[in-house]
């Protein structure tokens, strides 16, 4: 710990920043400083890219020519032109001719508890039979297929085994609805659906067949429907279509003793299509791809993770969020064992979390500040009783932190003397954009800077960098993890990133970087608040709300104001065991007023049972206008609770 003087939470010890996967990187280039790393990298992104290249050991299977062609422009990068390759390759081929191939790559464990681990060997074993059995299903390098599972050992086989013959897959929420799964089968043309027979989550059978046929029934285009039998349960059957996995893998019995080749791919060849939520419309299917898909995620998980073969790395997601993905082909790229978790951290008890870290000896782990707000409550003992010394490193992304929450993580599960590795980026991103770092000291809730590779500033509203104050994050040069533009829409991936400003990606996210130099995400640009004229991030308010003794979590919006233009109206969940009421409704809302300003303070504060968010824990503040409005509130195949809805409406 620090001096409660001293604005840095966390410095690294000298063991720590010589030892570091980034300083290494750093002295093997003569770089002295991040500053140093950060400026080459972003002036002269071909050396930088090749350079990471070698130092994560991608494998090819043709070497590339050329790292960047941009003569299509900015929005349309040409990557690693003349290779070939094959992100399954590296996640798995490049393991088995040594010791790691007996090691652990992927631990996954259930909602009931049970533990299944496979070592790379037997990993790639399951990648090779079940991409087998998908070309006998006929499909191929160029076809599409949606993966709806929970994250499970299965899940990761999967997407490996699609990725593996050249298909590209598009992960879907294992707790969506059939109308969310067929959007997504629909757009992206979907010959065939992975899904399984049922799952448990907090102990109750998720019928997941059943909203996988639903969805199919609208998607045309899926011929085979493969399903994995999790739980043995009755589920209804179509001839023809449907086929089980085992008996479809068990057709290429026994298993070679080595895998089959891999499709040898472009590098700019689909991986992944995975879609976001719109504020309005249909879902926006990112493209990412198997040379920029692999690279960033790799990347960054370390040199931002500090990520080698002896780490264990769990983050709490699900496939159909981006960390899902990110996660398994990251850990196992790197030699690492990726751990994966079916349900949810708080059942069957408030410390599911905890133990399962403690069980598998998990070094590096990542989670929401929205989980954290929401294991808090439950007190620190649950956290104590478990043995986390294997912990090294805690990671963090989803949305701004508040600074209570962030306390608590640090103090209580880092016991002050682990890093937040704070991270934010987006899918179009295949990672971050800005991080933390282990060598660099860390200021709580903040951000170290732009990662290597990313050419980032805070814009104001004439299009000039601005410090201390708050503007639009952009990026103004190309990356390898980029988006491919949007699935079969290149106007709206234009319209939505290079339409403002020219040759200028913006990213939809406030920023600010503060007199030290930390940067800082202050929200949604959309989610922005402008009241008499002065502009304010929701967080910030959210972060003034939470930091009361009673509130839980808060979710802050702005609504038509006659004078001021915009008003602010607060939505608080409170903690278990304190009731709503209008001597605490008054105390919050002079709490903002002091913290804040007499123009912030809210017009309205109400208190309801939950606040929608999505399945990977970000507040839909959107959804909350909307409701509270009357109004549409656009796409909502990403809400986690449709009771949410009705919570905001009912709120008192």
Known sequence: MTDTADPIVWRPSPEQAREARVRCFMAAHDLGSLADLQRRSVADPEWYWDAVVRDLGIRWQRPYRRVLDASRGIAWPRWFDGGLLNLSETCLDRHLDGPRRDRPALIAEADDGSVRTLTFAALAREVDRLAAALRRLGLASGDTAGIFLPMSAEAAVAVLAVARIGATYTPCFSGYGALAVATRLQDCGAKLLITADAFRRRGQTVAMKRVADEAVAASPTVRNVLVHRRLG??????????????????????????????????????ALI?????????????????????????????????????????????????????????????????????????????????????????????????????LMPHGDEWVRRHDLSALRLLGSTGEPWNPAPYRWLFDTVGEGRLPIINYTGGTEISGGILGCFPIAPIKPCSFAGPIPGMAVDVYGDDGRPVRGQVGELVVTRPWPGMTKGFWQDDARYLDAYWSRWPDVWVHGDWALVDDDGFWFIQGRSDDTLKIAGKRVGPAEVESVLVGHPAVAEAGVVGIPHPVKGEAVLCVVVLKPGRAGSEELRLELMERVTRHMGKAIRPDRVLFARELPKTRSAKIMRRVIRATYLGQEPGDLSALESPGAIAAVREAT
């Not at 209804?236 to 089980?244: I, K, Q």
């Open 233 to 270: 349960v009755d589920v209804p059957w179509t001839p023809g279509r449907d086929r089980w996995w085992h008996e479809a893998v068990e057709a290429e019995s026994p298993a070679p003793a080595t895998p089959a080749p891999a499709e040898a791919l472009d590098p700019d060849h689909p």
């Open 274 to 374: 995975i879609y976001t939520s719109g504020t309005t419309g249909r879902p926006k299917g990112a493209v990412l791809t198997h040379s920029g898909f692999l690279l960033k995620a790799a990347h960054d998980m370390a040199y931002c993770f500090d990520v080698a073969e002896r780490d264990r790395v769990f983050w709490l997601t699900d496939l159909g969020w981006l960390m899902g993905p990110w996660l398994l082909t990251a850990a196992l790229a790197l030699g690492a064992t990726a751990v994966v978790f079916e349900g949810t951290p708080d059942h069957p008890a408030p410390d599911r979390l905890w133990a399962l870290a403690a069980r598998h000896r998990v070094s590096v782990l990542g989670l929401s500040p929205t989980a954290v707000r929401a």
